[in-house]
């Protein structure tokens, strides 16, 4: 089983970002992905989540609007538009996999996720 996450870069404030999520070993059309981000010395973000068959189930409120999610599931691929990127959009983001719905009460939760990428990192400077 591997994710593995691409895309990340440097990318001045206002710029945007295309992130990549690859799958494989496991049937990726049957779980949910969730994008996360998470700075050093900080709590782990939930920021999407989306189903094959559910489509997007939760976006966060700090992204939404601006973070839009896509797939391709043919490919086994998941993607994370993300625009007008800022300063504190600056974190390693990671792709997860959970078999289960792993939004909960309202939140998305990185400890019920099956699989993880190593993640990428996204610098947001000038």
């Known amino acids: 089983v591997q994710l593995v996450e691409s895309g990340g870069g440097l990318v001045q404030p206002g710029g945007s970002l295309r992130l990549a999520c690859s799958a494989s070993?496991?049937?990726?059309?049957?779980?949910?992905i969730g994008w996360f981000r998470q700075v050093a010395g900080k709590e782990r973000e939930g920021l999407v989540s989306?189903?094959?068959?559910?489509?997007?189930?939760f976006i966060a409120d700090s992204v939404k609007g601006r973070f839009i999610p896509s797939d391709d599931y043919g490919q086994n691929k998941v993607y994370l538009q993300m625009n007008l990127l800022q300063p504190e959009d600056t974190a390693v983001y990671y792709c997860?996999?959970?078999?289960?719905?792993?939004?909960?009460?309202?939140?998305?939760?990185?400890?019920?996720?099956?699989?993880w990428g190593k993640g990428t990192l996204v610098t947001v400077s000038s």
């Open positions: 997860a996999a959970a078999k289960y719905d792993p939004v909960i009460g309202g939140r998305l939760e990185s400890g019920v996720m099956d699989f």
């Open positions: 070993g496991f049937a990726y059309d049957d779980y949910h």
């Open positions: 989306t189903s094959h068959i559910d489509g997007v189930q």
